[in-house]
């Protein structure tokens, strides 16, 4: 089955890039602090100081039955205008630079000049203005100077009628030019913004893990049962794997108050989402790849169910990697594999009250071959008389993404439940896991997002077990240790 999301066709709302960027604030803000710097560097350090030299020139038409009269016609003030464009392009043409050229030296060739010249007329007015910058005051005031002294000859002696008058010479201009700081930083700041913008937008485009409750309960059209927040910033798959850090997690006396009503919350929505049955409900925990938290999960529910005064059961089922009775502290012999088998007695192989109201039949021995031996009729008779004897089963099973295990025990369940843990699970993997729990037809009752950075930021003050000046205890009931875990 293959499922859609709007951002995997492009079609990003305003939402979704403000989002995408502050997800990735921090290196936006690296890279812009970064160019920024760069470009002040290159400023300070690599670009050389410039030095200009300017002069200005009045352009005028002067016609000979006119040159008497005192009064400036509107149209003599246009023809200079006129004049003063053509006289613009006269002054870059080779002819003219290479007699600059002569007359200051020779030390720049015509080329060179053309690239230093710069002749623009002001503020649209008969005036023109020649700059010349060069790296050497010196050389700019001689270019510069030269170019006035043969500007007039040479603009008249192509239009006769125009008139040509220097009323500003060129200065020695020991000062350097200003080297453009701002500019440059404003330059370095949005190369900075879009190259970041590009890496965040390139890197949640490659980017298929799970971040959100809501894209996956929006991509699959599923409820989300609730997000747990334990240890949200272990993202290493080093450091998930490490079993002591997940056992670290299960329910006891020093949890923390968000993270047990984050349970209690989970148990409400998935009693609300199933029927009322005259024998157990069993549900089924699994996820679509390994690492997911989906034992510490099962654990975690059945507890919170233990809780209420319901008889709840753990099952083991994850044959070749079992965890359960790693978490718990309990033996993995006599488990399931040896009630199937008929290697151990049911009654016998029950470890009775490792919580309160709670007990657990573990794996077992490792089988040859588990999916087929959980489709025997001796599991299901093991199953039905579990039924008869809880109000909940909660049965752990394997990626269903890797073995067919999962789908198997699907077809006994009244429910199922999907992991998928923040920031590692992959949406490639997590379409197959929906798709083969929809397939085998057991009711899809929504899915738990694990170790949610989301929750996280939410429910910080939180930690430590306290709201405001009140402090919650919970102490769990084992017949084993006096009521105390």
Known sequence: ?????????????????????????????????????????????????????????????????????????????????????????????????????????????????????????????????????????????????????????????????????????????????????????????????????AYAFVYEFFDKRVHKAEDVANRYDISILGETAQGAVKKHRRKVNDLSEEAKKIINANTDFDTVETYKSIRTNIMFSMPKLDRARNIVVTSASPEEGKTTTVINLAITFAQTGAKVIIIDCDLRKARVHRYLGL???????????????????????????????????????????LQTDEYAQMLKTLEGEYDYIFTDTPPITVVTDAAVLMKHCDGAVIVARNEMTTYDLLDTAVGEVKNSGAPLLGAIIHDSREKQKKYGYYRGGKIGKYKYDYVYGDAKNGGKV
């Open 1 to 197: 089955m293959n499922y859609t999301n709007p951002t995997d066709s492009g079609e990003l709302s305003i939402a979704d890039i403000l989002t995408v960027i502050g997800r990735h604030k921090i290196m936006i803000t690296v890279l812009v602090i970064v160019c920024s710097l760069l470009m002040l560097c290159k400023t300070v350090y690599l670009t050389r100081d410039t030095y200009t030299s300017f002069g200005m020139m009045h352009i005028s038409n002067k016609p000979a039955a006119k040159e008497a009269e005192t009064t400036i016609q509107q149209n003599d003030i246009e023809t200079s205008k006129s004049l003063s464009t053509t006289y613009t392009e006269i002054l870059k043409t080779r002819v003219f630079l290479d007699d600059v050229s002569k007359a200051s030296g020779k030390k720049y060739t015509g080329e060179q000049i053309g690239k230093m010249l710069t002749v623009s007329q002001v503020n649209d007015t008969e005036l023109l203005k020649i700059s010349v910058t060069t790296h050497d005051a010196f050389d700019s005031f001689i270019l510069a100077k030269a170019i006035m002294n043969k500007a007039p000859d040479k603009l008249t002696s192509v239009y006769k009628s125009g008139e040509v008058e220097i009323v500003d010479p060129p200065q020695y201009n020991e000062k350097p030019d200003d080297k453009g700081y701002t500019k440059n930083i404003a330059l370095g700041f949005m190369l900075g913004l879009m190259l970041s913008c």
């Open 331 to 373: 033996s993995r012999k006599d488990g399931v594999s040896n009630v199937v088998c008929g290697y151990a007695k049911l009654e016998e192989a029950i470890k009775r009250n490792v919580r309160e109201n709670l007990d657990c039949l573990t794996a077992g021995e490792i089988p040859p071959n588990p999916a087929e031996l």
